[in-house]
């Protein structure tokens, strides 16, 4: 049985000097000195923390955490594809969550450590083969293609994906390095948030198309060496607004956040820094308002919930993930960097509290 509670929690940021938004990176830096030992901490306005697997310490190796996360959110329906690897296996998993009939389809692909091969960079090409399945993540200048056979042909349930997504290696988006007690233990983030997305995906018979215009995909990149026992909070919502392309990208690891968040609001590919942000939710009640504030008075915004998509998956003991997640609406204001004020409203996404025993 789950512990359920109301939960205030805050990923507040401590400036230490550093300014109220933390440390800018705003050059290429190591992820992880020669040592192993944690190098870079702060955040981005891109990738520009380089990651090397080879420097991670032997005595954390057990922990080495690397994924990458693909939502595409619809009005009526919402994607998700799941690649990682946890040094015990690799995984990927497809989802499709319709939000009309409530039915949340899914198809998981397992292999060993081997058959992953995670690139260093998130502008790279990524392919996993597994018995019942293979997925391919191919970018190039301007474009995620995204393909996904999952099931034997012919059988029910079967989920074939294609999908591409806009997206360039000059877009801005929120990079950030967390640290954990260990001086090598670590993790690395780039949320990439509104890629405009078209494609489909079949399962059986049953074809879901994105409508053109509406649908918005967004990229969970990961690398870390995590400790046994974690939780983080995400929230992602991408949209348009009067011609504008907004997205909101909020959450923290509950790591050492002192020299910067994940929290940011991007309005036509321009980055607006958002110190920190608290939220509150009741895990008793998940389909109750979802609120989100900053310490800066910047952020204010509510989440409406319309579907539930939390889950309990167990690996093997003592590999447990146990998320609480809500897909809905975002409304409110956030002030950007010049002042002015944005008011928002209908920009869809989801929000999650997430614990992990790995």
Not at 139 to 166: Q, S, Y
Not at 196 to 222: H, I, M, N
Request: aromatic share 10%.
């Amino acid at each position: 049985m789950l512990a359920l509670c109301v939960f205030v929690l805050s990923a507040c940021t401590s400036t230490d000097g550093l300014g109220s938004t933390g440390h800018e990176i705003t050059e290429s830096t190591p992820s992880l000195h020669d040592d192993g030992t944690v190098a870079a901490h702060g955040w981005a306005r891109g990738p520009l923390v380089e990651y090397d697997r080879s420097l991670v310490q032997d005595d954390v190796i057990d922990g080495l955490r690397e994924w990458e996360y693909y939502a595409v959110f619809t009005p009526d329906f919402a994607i998700g594809l799941t690649l990682s690897d946890i040094q015990l296996l690799a995984f990927g998993i497809l989802t499709v969550e319709d939000y009309e009939t409530g039915d949340i389809h899914d198809q998981i692909l397992l292999g060993d450590a081997a058959a992953l091969n995670f690139p260093p960079t998130p502008f790279e090409n990524t392919s996993f083969e597994s018995p019942s399945g293979s997925v391919e993540y191919r970018f190039e200048e301007g474009k995620r293609t995204i393909d996904v056979v999952a099931g034997a042909e012919g059988a029910p349930g079967r989920m074939v994906a294609h999908l591409e997504l806009a997206d360039s290696t000059t877009t801005e988006s929120v990079a950030v390095v967390h640290h954990f007690d260990h001086p090598a233990r670590f993790f690395y983030e780039n949320k990439r948030i509104i890629m405009p997305a078209t494609g489909s995906v079949a399962v059986g018979s049953k074809l879901y198309e994105l409508p053109q215009g509406s649908s918005f995909g967004v990229l969970d990149w990961g690398r870390g060496a995590w400790p046994s026992d974690v939780r983080w909070e995400w929230g992602h919502f991408s949209g348009t607004l009067d011609g504008q392309t907004v997205g909101v990208n909020l959450g923290t690891v509950f790591a050492d956040d002192s020299a910067g968040t994940a929290d940011a609001v991007i309005v036509d590919g321009a980055l607006h820094k958002i110190e920190s942000s608290d939220w509150e939710y009741d895990l008793e009640d998940i389909m109750n308002e979802w609120h989100f504030t900053s310490p800066d008075g910047r952020l204010d915004l509510t989440l409406t919930p319309d579907f539930d998509d939390s889950t309990v998956l167990s690996l093997g003991m003592p590999l447990t993930l146990t998320r609480w997640k809500v897909h809905g609406e975002i409304s409110g204001t956030v002030i950007l960097d010049d002042g002015s004020g944005l008011d928002l409203s209908g920009i869809r996404g989801a929000a999650e509290y997430v614990e992990i025993v790995w």
